[in-house]
């Protein structure tokens, strides 16, 4: 293979040398930041046989070349393009800088969430698992696993016990992960997550009851009254709380001498935040939090199918933006309370959304003629009922429209229906087929009727659009 040939040939199309700002790649894909994409020949660029597909995300355009080979093409490229070589982080940083702020907001979020979604996922799949033990008629008629079995209940009840690490202590990580994004010692953020759940306060999931037969303890400082409550599986305080955290120490250490920095800075920084936290910030972003998360559970609980139908049509164009990324926050709230929400209703959503992009590019499969492109649907396809929809997305379904037009209305349709059961997740995880673990037992069939019906309703809307005459130049 001709490395130092496709290299030319990429830098061509992209628009030149001169259009490209940043490049760096991984395992798969060359990653660029272009000056202006509208100079890309995204023609000619399908034309070449290396290239497996193209889609734009976060300021960044990424063409997929394949293991091994995009290795081989990105030596040659920046030579050509008379660049240097970049980190993934470097260029991610330079993509963000082409984003307008409310991007740059939903960016924001997905770096700090992203990192500790593993711990969320593993907690959240041992509330399934605890599920399983626990569920009547799942295995043994009028009975539990635990009921039927006793000598499992030990295990059960120590899986559910390390299931809620992670949601009894969800300040200690965002807080760590927030206060790094945010320019701070990460450290430091971790202890003010620590401070916010720390044991000597009221716990949250308590406060209301607390609040209510008037028990509340408080701090008096001076005549001044501060509640002793804690922030135990909330997101927006700690969120705010560790950006102040991370401004306050930068304006120190710019103002401390060397000397004395390591000493001074962190201990007026924590002292700071946590007076501001429990005074200001904490009460007031709790109340913002549960305005958020209130709001969508009501679209959810009031208006039911038609609530599921709405947010499932919209679903993959706010995918498209970046701003599904904002549910994060939103369900991770919805997980931390699932004793009070039963868990959260977007995840069933997403897989719905995610299974009809699959549909429609499963669709596309056999209406395409030329063979590269038929190959790109069939992988991507099958990626998207895994849950990962980028390559159907924006390497079949936008760039022939109607297939993603199909897949919206595929959405829409199976979003209503599980949203009419009432479909649950108790567990982050690949919003997809093997999104099966992560729903709760008693609702699974209706999961698995959402992921056919949005098949179903998927492919027979892109073969009906197929028909249109505004749609059949698309498909050659």
């Known amino acids: ?28 894909r060359l990653r660029l930041v272009l000056k202006d994409e509208g100079k890309v020949d995204q023609a000619k660029l399908d034309d070449l046989d290396v290239v497996k597909g193209t889609f734009s995300t976060a300021g960044q355009y990424q063409i997929i070349l394949g293991s091994g080979t995009v290795n081989e093409v990105y030596k040659e490229f920046i030579k050509m393009a008379g ?58 008629a009028g009975k539990s ?10 295990f059960a009840a120590m899986i559910n016990t390390f299931s809620n690490a992670a949601y009894v202590f969800l300040p ?15 450290y430091l953020g971790a202890v003010l997550g620590m401070l916010m759940v720390h044991p000597d306060l009221v716990n949250a999931y308590a406060y209301p009851s607390v609040l209510a037969a008037g028990e509340v303890p408080f701090w008096d400082i001076f005549g001044f009254e501060i509640a002793k409550v804690g922030y135990q599986g909330t997101v927006l305080p700690i969120l705010f709380a560790a950006f102040i ?51 969508l559970v009501w679209l959810y609980d009031t208006t ?39 868990g959260t209703f977007i995840f069933p959503i997403a897989a719905m959304s995610n299974v009809s992009q699959g549909a429609a590019a499963l669709a596309m499969f056999f209406l395409i003629k030329e063979q590269k ?61 093997p999104g099966v673990i992560s729903i709760k037992q008693e609702q699974l069939w209706f999961y698995v009727l959402g992921m056919l019906i949005a098949t179903v309703v998927t492919v027979a809307m892109t073969y009906f659009f197929s028909k249109r005459d505004w749609s059949k130049k698309e498909a050659k």
């Open 1 to 28: 293979m001709d490395y130092k040939k496709i290299a030319e040939e990429l830098l061509t199309d992209i628009g030149g040398k001169d259009n490209v700002q940043a490049a760096t790649h991984c395992a798969t």
């Open 373 to 433: 492109t038929k190959s790109l649907a069939s992988a991507s396809a099958i990626s998207a009922y895994l849950g990962i929809t980028e390559p159907a997305m924006f390497g079949i379904n936008l760039k022939y429209r109607y297939p993603f037009y199909a897949a919206m209305i595929g959405s829409g349709v199976s979003s209503a229906f599980i949203s009419f059961f009432k479909v649950k997740a108790i567990a982050l995880g690949a919003a997809g087929l």
């Open 172 to 186: 200690v990580l965002i807080g760590f992960s927030a206060t790094q994004k945010f320019g701070g010692n990460p």
């Open 304 to 342: 039911g199918a038609i609530g599921g139908a709405i947010i499932g049509f919209f679903y993959a164009p706010l995918v498209v933006t970046g701003m599904h990324h904002s549910f994060i926050a939103v369900e991770t709230q919805l997980l931390a309370d699932i004793a009070k929400t039963g």
């Open 245 to 295: 955290l991370a401004k306050i120490e930068t304006f120190l250490h710019k103002r401390v001498h060397t000397s004395l920095d390591n000493l001074v800075t962190p201990l007026f920084a924590l002292i700071i935040t946590g007076f501001l936290t429990f005074t200001l910030v904490g009460p007031l972003t709790r109340t913002l939090g549960d305005v958020m998360t209130n709001s």
């Open 145 to 154: 696993l635990i009921e039927a079995y006793p000598a499992f209940e030990g």
């Open 83 to 140: 660049i240097d070589a970049m980190s993934k982080e470097e260029v991610k940083t330079a993509g963000t800088q082409k984003l307008n702020p409310i991007q740059q907001g939903v960016k924001m979020l997905s770096d700090i969430f992203v990192p500790i979604i593993p711990a969320i996922v593993a907690c959240g799949l041992m509330m399934g698992l605890n599920n399983v033990f626990t569920a009547q008629d799942l295995f043994v």
